[in-house]
C-alpha cells in the first residue's frame, strides 16, 4: 500500500473515535451490510465518521491491506479496528457495543 | 458456486471444527451464512475468529465461488452457553 493511502486512513482512524469505511455514505449507503452497520451506531445515538471508499478506489484497496480484513464495512472504534458487519452485529446483540462506545465518546 | 459439502469439507481441513450450519442466502449457491463451532476459537476475540474461517476459506473467497459470506462463530463453551 502507497504511504500517502497509508497515512490518509491512519489520520482518519486516529482522529475520530468512532470511524466507519463503508460504501456510500450513511444516509445513501449503496449496500446492505453497510446500511445495517450504520443503522446499529445510530442507534446508540454516537456522532461517528465516515468515508465512502466507492469515491476511492486506493482507500478501497487501501483499508483492507490496512486491517488485514477482507470486507467493507470496516469500523474502527477509538483507533482500533472493531470489525465488519457480522461483529458489529453480534457485538451489538451481545450487548458489548455499548461499552465500548461509551468509553470511547468519555476519552 | 459452491456446495455445503465442500465448504464443510474445506473449513474442516483448516481448523477442527464441532458444527458448521450452512445456509444458501439466495439460492444461488454464492452468498452463505455459516454457523461455525470450533475448538480453535476457544479464548480468541471475534475478529481473530472470523479470520481463521475467512483463512480456511481463502480459495473459494478469492476465485469468487464464495461472493459474499456471513458468519456467526463460537467455541464449544460459548455454543453451549447459548443452550442449543
Redesign the interface.
Known amino acids: 500500500m502507497a504511504e500517502d493511502v497509508k497515512d490518509r486512513i491512519d489520520e482518519k482512524v486516529k482522529n475520530n473515535k468512532v470511524m466507519v469505511f463503508m460504501k456510500g455514505t450513511p444516509d445513501f449507503p449503496q449496500c446492505g451490510f453497510s446500511a445495517h452497520t450504520v443503522e446499529i451506531l445510530r442507534s446508540y445515538g454516537v456522532q461517528f465518521a465516515s468515508e465512502d471508499v466507492l469515491a476511492d478506489p486506493a482507500i478501497r484497496d487501501g483499508i483492507k491491506r490496512y486491517s488485514?480484513?477482507?470486507t467493507i464495512p470496516q469500523v474502527y472504534i477509538d483507533g482500533k479496528?472493531?470489525?465488519g458487519?457480522?461483529?458489529v452485529h453480534?457485538?451489538h446483540e451481545r450487548g458489548e457495543l455499548e461499552p465500548l462506545l461509551k468509553s470511547a465518546s468519555e476519552k | 458456486m459452491i456446495s455445503p459439502e465442500e465448504i464443510k469439507e474445506t473449513l474442516g481441513k483448516a481448523i477442527p471444527v464441532t458444527l458448521v450450519e450452512t445456509q444458501d442466502l439466495t439460492g444461488g449457491g454464492d452468498h452463505w451464512q455459516l454457523i461455525v463451532v470450533s475448538p480453535a476459537f476457544e479464548g480468541k476475540g471475534?475478529?481473530e475468529q472470523?479470520?481463521l474461517v475467512?483463512e480456511a476459506l481463502k480459495e473459494p473467497?478469492g476465485d469468487q465461488r464464495i461472493h459474499a459470506l456471513?458468519?456467526?462463530t463460537f467455541s464449544p463453551a460459548q455454543w453451549d452457553k447459548l443452550g442449543a
Open positions: 488485514n480484513w477482507p479496528f472493531v470489525g458487519c457480522d461483529i453480534e457485538l | 471475534l475478529i472470523h479470520r475467512n473467497l456471513s458468519l456467526k
